[in-house]
C-alpha cells in the first residue's frame, strides 16, 4: 500500500524492549509536552498487540483503568498521560487494539472487498493497521504513535512490521524511531548493565527498524563512556542516547528529558525548525509539588485497592486538587471488603476526606456503604464518583429516607426501592435519538458512554465549583438514579444538583447539612489536569484540609 504524504504531519514511533512498564506512555506524553512548549500541535495514539477489541471488558487487576473519551471510547489508561501533559483530545481513533484490527480486517473479507483473495498477515493485516495510523495524517505538526507491549513479543510482529513499511511509505524525513529500554544498576556489584538494551536493540534490527533516538530507562544517571558504549553497540549517536532516570513525580519527567536534549533531537531529526521551548510552567508546576504548605490524607475505598493502576487517573486528579491548594495529598486505600467484613473503621477515622470511586460488581459494596455512613454522621468531606454516587443514594434511601433494603437492581434484583436502577430508555442529546437498552444488550452496549451535558442548580456545591450553569463530563457506567424515588428522597434531604438538560437523567447529588459531601455520576477524573485541576477535585481537598484544620484546633 503505497502512501502519498501529505507534507504535513510527521510520525514518531516509540518502541519498548527488554521488559514492559518502563514508561512509553509517561514518555511519549512527555515528549508531546515537549513539542507544544515549542508552539507545535500534537496528537497521539496508542496500538495494543492485545486481541481484545477494546479494554472496556477487561478486568481491571490485569488492565489497569479504562480511559473514556469524549467520543465515548473505551481505551488504554496510556490515553490519560496524552491528555493530562497535552491539549491534545483523544478519541476512537487514538487506540487500536489487534482485536480491533483483525475485525475489521476479517469484516471486509465477509463483505467480499478482498475479491476472493487469501487474506493475510501481510499485506492486509499490516496495512489496516497503516491505515489506522494515516486517520491521524495532515492533523497536526506531529503525531507520536506508541506500541505497547515489548519487542519480540509474537502478538506484536504486525505492528513492528507496518511502522518498518511507513518508514519506505513516507521517507524519513517524516518518520522517527525511538525505543526505549531498561539500563539496570545492579547494587551489589555498583554496575550500570549495558547488556539488555543492546539484545532489545539487536531484537528491534531483526525486525528491520533502526532506532533514531535510544531512551534509556535507570536508577542512575548514565555518563558520556557509557552513552558512548550504548551509541557503538547501538548503532546510534551519542547524542542521541537519552538518559530516562527514575524520578520522583511524572510531572518532572519533560524537564529531565529537555535536559537531556531529546526535544531537540527530535526536532534535528526530523528536520523542523522552532523557536526555544517554553518549559517554564512546567517548572513552576514541579516547584509546587515538591514545595507544598500543607498536607492532607484522603481515604479511597474500593474493590481494586492492590493495584493502584486501576485508578490511575482518579490518582492524579486528586494530586492535581492538591496542587491546586498547594497540599500534597497522601492516599490512603482502604479495602472495601476489609470494611464489609466489620473491620477498617480506625483507617477511615485516620482521613481527612473519604472518596468512594467507580466500579462494577457486588463485591465490597456494603462496605463502601459503611464508608458513606462514616462520612455522612462524622461530617467527613466525601466525594463519590460513579458507584460511589450511586451508593451514596443508597446509603441515603437506606439511613435517612428510611427505605429499608432500598438498593440498586444491579447488586440487588430483588430489592423493595430500586432507587438505583438500569433505565431503559433515556435521550442522548449528542445524537438527538432516544437510546433503548435492556439486559440482554451486551455488556458494552448497556452502558452509558463519553461526554454528555448537564445543568447545575445556582447556589449548590456543584455550581460554584464549576461557576457555569451548564457542563459536560464523561460517563461510564450502566444504572441510573431512578426517578421514581426522587420527590421522597429529596424531601428528605437529598439535593440534585445537577441533572441532564431535561432533567431526566439526574448526574450530581449533594447533602447541604454537610460540610462537603457530593456524589457525580461522570467521571470527573478524566478531565483532570496537572496545570488545569478539575474544579470538583480542587473543592474537595481544599473541604479536606479546612477539615483537617477544623480538627486540630478542636484538639
Request: some cysteine; aromatic content about 8%.
Amino acid at each position: 500500500m503505497k502512501i502519498q504524504p501529505t507534507k504535513k504531519t510527521k510520525f514518531i514511533f516509540i518502541t519498548g524492549g527488554v521488559l514492559s512498564s518502563l514508561g512509553k506512555g509517561l514518555a511519549a506524553a512527555a515528549i508531546g509536552s515537549l513539542l507544544e512548549s515549542r508552539g507545535m500541535t500534537v496528537t497521539f495514539q496508542k496500538l495494543d498487540p492485545y486481541i481484545n477489541v477494546d479494554p472496556g471488558t477487561m478486568n481491571p487487576f490485569q488492565h489497569g483503568e479504562v480511559y473514556v473519551t469524549d467520543d465515548g471510547a473505551e481505551t488504554d489508561l496510556d490515553m490519560g498521560h496524552y491528555e493530562r501533559y497535552t491539549n491534545a483530545v483523544m478519541a476512537q481513533i487514538n487506540n487500536y487494539t489487534s482485536g480491533r484490527i483483525y475485525y475489521s480486517v476479517i469484516m471486509k473479507e465477509r463483505r467480499g472487498e478482498y475479491l476472493g483473495g487469501t487474506v493475510q498477515v501481510i499485506p492486509h493485516i499490516t496495512d489496516e493497521i497503516k491505515r489506522a495510523v494515516l486517520q491521524l495524517d495532515g492533523t497536526v505538526d506531529v503525531a507520536i504513535i506508541e506500541i505497547g507491549g515489548t519487542i519480540g513479543d509474537i502478538e506484536g510482529l504486525p505492528f513492528v512490521e507496518a511502522i518498518r513499511q511507513l518508514r519506505g511509505d513516507l521517507g524519513r524525513e517524516y518518520t522517527l524511531f525511538i525505543h526505549l529500554t531498561l539500563v539496570p544498576y545492579i547494587k551489589t556489584a555498583g554496575e550500570v548493565k549495558t547488556k539488555p538494551t543492546q539484545h532489545s536493540v539487536k531484537e528491534l534490527l531483526a525486525s528491520g527498524i533502526q532506532p533514531d533516538i535510544l531512551m534509556c530507562r535507570t536508577e542512575v544517571p548514565l555518563n558520556a563512556d557509557l552513552k558512548k558504549k550504548i551509541a557503538l553497540f547501538c548503532n546510534v549517536e551519542p547524542e542521541s542516547v537519552i538518559t530516562a532516570i527514575d524520578v520522583d513525580s511524572i510531572y518532572e519527567v519533560p524537564l529531565r528529558l529537555h535536559e537531556e536534549g531529546v526535544d531537540d533531537r527530535i526536532l534535528e531529526k526530523l528536520g523542523i525548525w522552532t523557536g526555544a521551548p517554553h518549559i517554564r510552567p512546567w517548572q513552576e508546576l514541579v516547584h509546587k509539588i515538591k514545595n507544598p504548605k500543607h498536607t492532607v490524607t484522603i481515604g479511597i475505598t474500593g474493590k481494586y485497592v492492590d493495584l493502584k493502576e486501576s485508578y490511575k487517573s482518579l490518582h492524579e486528579a486528586l494530586v492535581h486538587g492538591g496542587i491546586a491548594n498547594e497540599a500534597r495529598v497522601e492516599l490512603k486505600y482502604i479495602s472495601a471488603d476489609e470494611l464489609e467484613s466489620g473491620g477498617g473503621i480506625e483507617q477511615l477515622e485516620e482521613c481527612d476526606g473519604i472518596l468512594v470511586p467507580g466500579g462494577f460488581g457486588s463485591r465490597g459494596t456494603e462496605g463502601k456503604i459503611r464508608a458513606i455512613t462514616h462520612a455522612r454522621q462524622n461530617r467527613v468531606p466525601f466525594f463519590g464518583i460513579c458507584l460511589g454516587m450511586q451508593l451514596a443514594v443508597v446509603e441515603f434511601a437506606r439511613n435517612i429516607a428510611k427505605l429499608e433494603g432500598a438498593h440498586s437492581t444491579e447488586l440487588d434484583p430483588g430489592t423493595p426501592y430500586p432507587v438505583i436502577y438500569l433505565m431503559k430508555e433515556w435521550f442522548d442529546f449528542r445524537t438527538g435519538k432516544t437510546e433503548v437498552r435492556d439486559e440482554n444488550s451486551d455488556m458494552g452496549g448497556t452502558l452509558r458512554l463519553g461526554a454528555y451535558p448537564c445543568r447545575l442548580i445556582p447556589g449548590t456545591l456543584a455550581a460554584r465549583a464549576y461557576g457555569e450553569e451548564e457542563i459536560s463530563e464523561r460517563h461510564r457506567h450502566r444504572y441510573e438514579f431512578n426517578n421514581e424515588f426522587r420527590e421522597r428522597l429529596e424531601e428528605a434531604g437529598l439535593v440534585v444538583s445537577g441533572t441532564s438538560p431535561d432533567e431526566t437523567l439526574v448526574e450530581i447529588v449533594e447533602l447541604d447539612d454537610h460540610p462537603w459531601f457530593l456524589g457525580c455520576q461522570f467521571h470527573p477524573e478524566f478531565k483532570s489536569k496537572p496545570m488545569k485541576p478539575h474544579p470538583l477535585f480542587r473543592d474537595f481537598i481544599r473541604a479536606a484540609l479546612e477539615a483537617r484544620q477544623a480538627q486540630k484546633e478542636r484538639a
